[in-house]
């Protein structure tokens, strides 16, 4: 290994720990860059569900009709901060943009190519992490309130059918077979067998960081502020002063990426879509699987610690303030389906990487081969996380990739 090439990774959330071990996997010695604990971010507060179902974008053609309700009603997933959109009038007319029913058909077949290949990515780094035990196959049930619920998603189920999608239809008494203990009755559902689930995504990601340092990866707690590159390799400038030259390296930084100086992130339309989930603890026997109400588009979800309500979409830029609102909506829905305290026992705000496309960034920068962008996956990091890792490793050893990446490229933008 001393001779081997060398690759720095910045940023240690489930991505960049993805893209580590499988640099690992080809020979590269790697050193892993965030000034965070691995996993402590955005990875650590998901919905735990790796979503190989997860084709269909924000991105919809009735949003245009659906946004006044959407945006106005207190009883909505979404939620937008008007002064901070106002503000970012290139990002938003580009998201719309792709709203178009042509768009977003294009978006949905990517998306299901690429996360057919989700467990190609993702099987080998649970086995090198030995972390098989914190992720189970229990099934994944979408839920319908009423008859209508369900119609209105029957194209969109047709659709993630199309897309490779395994799922049989439920109907009420099968899913009070399923899950017995859900509190209000539901006429519809389709049960996904096969989808798996982490019981714990951040002890997950610390699991991968063990095997990354047992693989004799180099870490460095500190925050990349800057990329040099020249013609055969780059230097990574840390906030303390100090450098680490590498012969490439990727910026897996999620949201932050954009914070890094010296690479032309920064003309890239990467922005933050907030995620909140709330957690009620000691809770996990009241369910046996992932489970969504998919009028609220929140996930209920057995961990290891408890029961984890996640979900909702917030267009309002990277500041720490909770929204309330955001909250009470998970709060309120969670204990209208589950026998729930009022109260929770801690609630989350996370920074999702976005991009107006609902595609994530996987390619070579536009200013050189040895800088080599994986960021941006929404909400699909933890399903995706494995496969971009693989997809990276390829690149950085010169092999062609296994999967068609054209259409992530970052020159998409440009």
Not at 132 to 143: C, K, W
Not at 155 to 177: C, K, L, P, T
Not at 386 to 393: M, Y
Request: glycine share 8%.
């Amino acid at each position: 290994m001393k001779d081997s090439p060398h690759i720095a990774v910045v940023g240690a959330g489930i991505v960049g720990l993805s893209c580590a071990l499988w640099l690992q996997r080809k020979g590269f010695m790697v050193t892993l860059i965030d000034p965070a604990e691995p996993g402590s971010g955005t990875s650590s507060g998901n919905a735990c569900t790796i979503a190989e179902y997860g084709c269909m974008p924000v991105n919809s053609p009735d949003l245009f009709r659906r946004l006044p309700q959407l945006l106005l009603s207190s009883d909505s997933p979404l939620s937008l901060d008007l002064r901070y959109a106002l503000s970012h009038p290139g990002w938003m007319l580009q998201f719309l943009l792709n709203c178009r029913e042509a768009k977003v058909a294009r978006i949905t077949r990517l998306l299901g190519k690429l996360l057919a290949k989700t467990n190609e990515g993702l099987d080998p780094l649970l086995e090198m992490a030995d972390a098989q035990d914190l992720v189970r196959a229990s099934g994944f049930l979408r839920l319908y309130a009423t008859e209508a619920e369900y119609r209105a998603d029957q194209a969109a189920n047709e659709i993630r059918r199309e897309q490779g999608s395994e799922f049989v239809e439920v109907d009420s008494g099968e899913i009070r077979d399923l899950e017995p203990n859900l509190k209000m009755e539901f006429a519809r559902g389709v049960f996904y067998e096969h989808i798996r689930q982490t019981i714990n995504p951040h002890r997950l990601c610390l699991r991968y960081f063990e095997a990354f340092r047992r693989n004799g990866g180099d870490y460095r707690p500190r925050r990349a502020s800057a990329i040099g590159h020249a013609l055969d390799q780059v230097e990574v400038e840390l906030d303390d002063g100090d450098r680490v030259g590498a012969n490439r390296v990727v910026i897996a930084a999620g949201a932050f990426s954009k914070q890094i100086d010296g690479i032309p992130v920064q003309r890239l339309p990467l922005d933050t879509e907030r995620g909140y989930h709330v957690h009620y603890d000691g809770r996990q026997s009241l369910l046996q699987r992932p489970v969504t109400w998919h009028k609220t588009g929140f996930y209920a979800v057995p961990t290891d610690e408890g029961i984890r309500c996640a979900g909702t979409v917030e267009i309002a830029g990277y500041h720490e303030r909770k929204n309330p609102r955001n909250l009470d909506y998970i709060q309120r829905h969670a204990r209208q389906m589950l026998d729930l305290p009022e109260t929770p026992d801690r609630d989350w705000l996370g920074f999702r990487p976005t991009l107006p496309d609902s595609l994530p960034v996987i390619g070579f920068s536009t200013v050189s081969e040895y800088i080599i962008y994986a960021f941006g996956h929404h909400h699909l990091g933890l399903t995706l996380g494995g496969i971009t890792g693989k997809l990276v490793a390829e690149l950085a050893n010169g092999e062609q990739p296994s999967h068609n990446i054209k259409p992530f490229r970052p020159a998409r933008f440009l």
